[in-house]
């Protein structure tokens, strides 16, 4: 069973989610008032490396076969 916590799909799905739920922390914070430029910069770099992470991910899961 403790397999199946950290398989590939298992993790493409928490990242999606984590990856989703940043998109809207984002949106939120650079809709405040008084913007936290620096915490809103940390939060893009987090989401693109969960990005990257994602797309590694999904190819190990589902490589490209050569046309």
Do not use: F
């Amino acid at each position: 069973m403790s397999a199946n916590l950290h398989s590939p799909d298992r993790q493409l799905i928490e990242l999606r989610i984590e990856h989703a739920d940043l998109d809207a922390m984002v949106d939120r914070l650079a809709h405040e008032a008084p913007v936290d430029e620096l915490l809103l910069q940390r939060l893009k770099k987090r989401r693109l490396r969960l990005r990257d992470r994602i797309a590694q991910l999904e190819l190990l899961l589902d490589p490209r076969e050569p046309a």
